[in-house]
């Protein structure tokens, strides 16, 4: 009997995160978004498939974008695929896309760019929003979006981002920001943050600390002292994960 | 010991109606908007307070703009109640305003119009989004909605909604439409609609006829049939509750 060619597919997954200990499967038995697409892929391959991922989010963080990649004999099409997996996928989980790849390709490593959102809801009468609490971070004052702008700016070309995040092993922390901005609807603040690659908890990092602008308890020579001064605990306090959606990985 | 005057408290409330059976208290023991709010007040006046709402919305339907009212003996000021009930309430639902009213206030017999919301995501691809699924309805094919538009000029006016939805107590079917509108973003579709008043389910059986003329398996002839033919059997499938909104409730 001839065994079945092994493929390298690629997809791009979306993800409500509230209900998952983050991307990445954990050692005990928490929900993840990787174990729950890898507990799919087990059932159709009848064996262990393991899903590499490119940007490991944390816990409550959420995805449109985020690209996994997987090895699976399957010689039904990539359309059937997606919808094998989609069918048998929590509803909190589904797969964009599915692509076959080169066997060499790798989500993180070949990652040349990603980018995240940051929501914030501006609670200015103080009042929370019992839409937004899985969705945004619900600052409870009016903020200054053309200061949190003005700040941002700073972040935008190759800088030592060692102030808003740690490296992932002990490497370098000099990244390249090449978007970094706010848009204003109504009550509603987005943040669009692009990068060639992420310290540990950066978006968060820097989404606090330019909340403190927005809120007039930092001014832009004590954001720019934090961001030059390099040092982790000078930054802001860490927006919570629940505002952060990675939407995109950008690959040569 | 004197004994405190009750006042007639006026509030406006927003809640995500997902873990709810709807606005109105139920005979069982099911969670409702309107349990909630009665088991806090409850607490404050140490004796049962009925809580009356402008719209009874179904289970999973949510609001930012319900108004309720109740009697309460208080004399601590308006603010310092509304976070006595929001922080007491679950965070799924809050209190956006307290004012004192007339004695005579009756948020459902007083109001003389009421504005809602629908929110649909078009899902062209047919793969869902799991960020929308209990905050919009997810239409699993592009949408045509300069047509959908079009056929909801119709609507506009005093009609006969008999189509559209029962009356609450074997009253008249004819009800005055002033909005009635969809507007576009990418894939995100908004329909407004403002009526002095709403049969039982009339927004979600409209949204669920104009949604075939998006979808070109109704004419315009085809909607307006359906609509003149002032039958209830005559009207698309009724759309999910979880895309609808009561935003806001008008008084004289």
Known sequence: M??????RFRATVAYDGTAYFGYQRQRDDQPTVQGELEKVLARLA???????GAGRTDSGVHAT???VAFDLAWNHGRVPLQKALNAQLPPDIAVRDVTETDPRF???FDAVGRAYEYHVVMCADGVKRPLSRWREWQVMSWLDVTAMN???TLLRGTHDFATFGQPPH????VRTVNTAVWQQQDDNLLFSISADAFLYRMVRSIVGSLVLVGKGEWTQT??????FAKERQQAGKTAPAHGLYLVSVLYE
Chains 1, 2 share one sequence.
């Open 2 to 7: 001839e065994s079945l060619a092994v493929t």
């Open 46 to 52: 009848q064996k262990p498939v393991t899903v590499w």
């Open 65 to 67: 974008g985020q690209v």
């Open 106 to 108: 790798h989500p993180r």
């Open 150 to 152: 003005e700040a941002a």
């Open 170 to 173: 002990g490497t370098n922390t």
């Open 222 to 227: 004590q954001f720019k002292n934090s961001f």
